[in-house]
């Protein structure tokens, strides 16, 4: 699913990710280039339910280092 340029920030991302939690066959999301700023680490947690999901863009948004690193934890639990 590409959805990148579309200025989601990080409550449309959200938003977006609690619609598709009952999607179980989505293996790519592209949600570069959406003003994504920090504290994304909860609001994540859909990484971590979604075993189809294979790609994971967030490429080009407003996300620290240290922003990555807390996603890590959902990350190991996955198949990204």
Known sequence: LK????????????????ALKSNCTLSSLDLSENNIE???GEGFVFIKEHPSL???????N???SYEIIKL???LRSSRL
Do not use: C, E, M, Q
């Open 54 to 60: 294979k790609s994971l863009d967030l490429g080009y």
């Open 3 to 18: 959805l990148s340029g579309n200025n989601l920030r990080l409550s449309g991302a959200i938003n977006l990710l609690r």
């Open 72 to 74: 890590a934890p959902f």
């Open 62 to 64: 407003k996300i620290t």
């Open 38 to 40: 920090n504290d994304i």
